[in-house]
């Protein structure tokens, strides 16, 4: 009997078993069917062997069920059929990081524990009927697109531990009943669109370890002081939400806390000297910054002993640094720029090796440039910093940012006297305006990773060291303003990666190197204000990334290239360089330029006029009586004859003719003569009488 009962019993289950991988394998077939694209990570899912089931990839079996489907990051598109909700014995269901779009419903899956719908694009709500899921743990749907109120109906979820909605277009308010979720350890409702009140219900939620509302939502009112309640608390995120009002003491119990983000947002007032209580703060993690904030840093934050991250930039805090910031011991980013600190900085900061980045800028620190050789990153500009930069200080081996503009630091750079042959991971090196002088360090090739180079605006003299070609990955070079001298080194052109090169405002004389136009992608260049002579290197021409050129104010001859990219520039470029010649500059070459002369007042004006008149006067009457004469004394002396027809007589034979003795006729045409030709032949001649009455002296016959 009983062998016969453990054979039925066994057949039973073995039945169930085959049974509930049937109902896999047709659901796990509908749900490939909805699948866009094959994808080879579901090509193991041989839909014609069920057999082979618990071999797909993605796929877990225990005893014969399928009770884990994890197809994440496999680049999937489609649809998620609801047939995966007959997956009833699934513990773990994991879609996260492919591409599904539409929506989704999971339901009926009592023995769910973790649901991962995340990094996909699915749309709708998460209206379901949560009854049935009655055993969720974690449900993670961020980065999707849903859109809809925040759903209540997962209230029903007792054993809900891990909920995050983050990155979705979620609206409307919190619901208050969310605090009802006592289960709850890490809530994640940041980046979507609520409004409203942060309400207070959630300091209930006393098991909660990690809270993040911030980013994208725009919640009206503060920070409400029930959240001080929430004694396991570990990290607590607020940033960039629209919380305004005071930051509110009640957050001093949270002793549990290691990091708590408050910047972006509008708060005002003092810093709460209860915050000093939190003494388990590792990342500053205690972020103010981006507030409206007064007051100083209270001395009670003295025992913030495991801080590695302190922001309170971009706030109105005032009073100087304490020293006991300088003696954090684990401290790594400090970040306090664009404030009203005055005073120095403290002269231990940086002595326990592990601080990398400092940002002090924007305020209004006098002294204590400290020589910490652990920091990265240094942001020290628009302070009032006076005395020198240490020796060595720029060549520490782990800088990658300095910048020090716009303060008042004299002295020189020092050379790199350490080790001249190792090179520094200097990436950005900004000491532009203050009062440094002298010469420019030779060693300024040891920055052979320096992309930045600002030293304008100071009083830096001597020739530009030949050096500056290591300078192989520069970008930007900007030495204006200076009193450098000296020519224009040829090395300039081994910079290849330059695309800003500003040397104007000096005293750099010669020529301009033609090893300028090696750089192929310069596209702004300055040499204006110089004493550059000789003619413009014609390869300049070539250089068709140069969108904008100065030589102004320069002692440049020669003949303007009108080719080129020099057709892009104007006039305005070359200024100041009065032997340049060209069409653009309106001065032809080869031709003097003619000087106008001065203009003259109204009175010169008209004293020239009436001189100029009696002149031309004078001119005309002498010209006129001379011309007369000259016709007067032709008209007496001067005969022409012009012969119609063969004559055998002369001139003089017809002058001795006419006379008064020798008349024998007069008439209305004229007066006629009795002659003889010298052969004896008598003649007669009749001089004519002019037709015009003005004239009296016609001698025409």
């Known amino acids: 009997m009983v062998p016969f009962l453990f054979v039925t019993l066994f057949c039973i289950a073995n039945t169930a078993v085959s049974s509930s991988l049937i109902t896999a394998f047709h659901a796990l077939v509908t749900l490939k069917e909805g699948f866009e694209f094959s994808n080879p990570a579901v090509k193991t899912w041989n839909i014609s062997d069920q057999s082979s089931l618990c071999s797909w990839n993605g796929i877990k079996c225990f005893h014969g069920r399928v009770i884990a489907l994890n197809i994440s990051s496999m680049n999937l598109y489609g649809s998620v059929s609801r047939a995966i909700s007959r997956l009833d014995k699934l513990v773990e269901l994991n879609l996260d990081g492919n591409n599904f779009t539409g929506e989704i419903k999971i339901e009926n899956l009592n023995n769910l524990r973790s649901l991962n719908i995340s990094n996909n694009q699915f749309s709708g709500n998460l209206d379901w009927n949560f009854s049935t899921l009655a055993n969720l743990e974690v449900l993670d749907a961020y980065n999707n697109n849903f859109s809809a109120f925040l759903p209540t109906e997962m209230l029903s979820l007792k054993k809900l531990s891990h909920l995050d909605l983050d ?16 289960g709850l350890e890490y809530l ?38 029930e959240l001080g309640k ?18 509110p003491p009640e957050l001093g119990k949270l002793k549990s806390l290691e990091t708590l983000f408050l910047d972006y947002n509008s708060l005002s ?30 001395f009670e934050l003295i025992g913030l002993r495991r801080l590695q991250l302190l922001n309170l930039f971009m706030s109105r805090l005032h009073g100087s640094i304490p020293d006991f910031v300088a003696e954090y011991p684990n401290l790594r980013v400090l970040y306090l720029w664009k404030n009203n600190f005055t005073g120095i900085i403290p002269e231990n900061l940086g002595r326990n090796e592990n601080l990398r980045e400092l940002d002090l800028s924007s305020n ?56 001249p042959s190792n090179t520094t991971k200097i990436a950005q090196l900004n000491l532009a305006n203050n009062l440094l002088s002298r010469l420019l360090p030779f ?23 030949p050096s500056i070609g290591g300078l192989q990955e520069v970008v930007k070079l900007d030495l204006r303003g200076n009193a450098l001298s000296g ?40 040499l204006s204000r110089n004493h550059l002579s000789d003619a413009l290197p014609y390869s300049l021409r070539s250089m068709k990334s140069l969108t904008t050129a100065d030589f102004s104010f320069n002692d440049l001859s020669g003949k303007l290239p009108e080719s080129g990219q020099f057709v892009f520039f104007n006039a305005s470029s070359f200024a100041g360089n009065p032997h340049l010649c060209g ?63 063969t004559v055998d007589f002369t001139v003089t034979d017809i002058l001795e003719c006419v006379k008064d003795g020798n008349v024998i006729g007069r008439g209305g045409a004229g007066i006629v003569y009795h002659g003889k030709k010298p052969n004896g032949v008598e003649i007669a001649v009749k001089k004519l009488l002019s037709f015009n009455n003005t004239s009296h002296n016609d001698n025409g016959f």
């Open 230 to 247: 929430l004694q396991n608390l570990v990290f607590l995120d607020l940033t960039n939400c629209g919380l305004d009002g005071l930051i």
């Open 487 to 526: 020519e224009i080194p040829i090395e300039i052109g081994k910079c290849l990666h330059l695309t800003h090169l500003d040397l104007s405002q000096n005293n750099l004389s010669g020529s301009i190197p033609s090893e300028i136009s090696n750089i192929r992608i310069l596209n702004y260049l300055n």
């Open 188 to 225: 994640q409702l940041a980046g979507n669109n609520l409004q409203g009140k942060i309400p207070g219900e959630l300091g209930n939620l006393t098991n909660l370890k990690e809270l993040y509302l911030g980013y994208f939502n725009a919640f009206e009112g503060g920070i409400p002081k």
């Open 364 to 419: 209004k620190l006098t002294e204590g440039l400290g020589t910490c050789t652990s920091l990265v990153r240094v942001r020290l500009g628009q302070n009032y910093l006076n005395g020198s930069i240490p020796n060595g200080f720029l060549y520490s081996q782990d800088l990658n940012l300095l910048e020090l503009q716009n303060n008042l630091l004299s002295g020189t750079l020092s050379e790199n006297e350490n080790n």
């Open 269 to 298: 007032g003092s810093i709460p000297k209860q915050l000093g209580n939190l003494t388990r703060l590792v990342n500053l993690d205690l972020d103010l910054s981006r507030n409206a904030l007064t007051g100083e840093i209270p």
């Open 583 to 645: 069409s653009l500059l309106n001065n032809p070459c080869n031709v003097t330029p003619i000087t106008n002369p001065p203009r003259k007042t109204h009175g010169e004006f008209k004293l020239i006029f009436v001189l100029g008149l009696l002149i031309c006067s004078l001119i005309f009457v002498t010209a006129a009586i001379i011309k007369a004469k000259s016709f007067k004394k032709n008209s007496s002396n001067s005969w022409k004859m012009t012969a119609f027809q």
């Open 167 to 182: 990155g979705n277009y979620f609206f409307g308010e919190i619901p208050e009943r969310y605090g009802d979720m006592i």
């Open 443 to 465: 060693s300024i090739a040891s920055f052979s990773s320096l992309q930045i180079l600002l030293l304008g605006g100071n009083k830096f003299s001597g020739p530009i060291p």
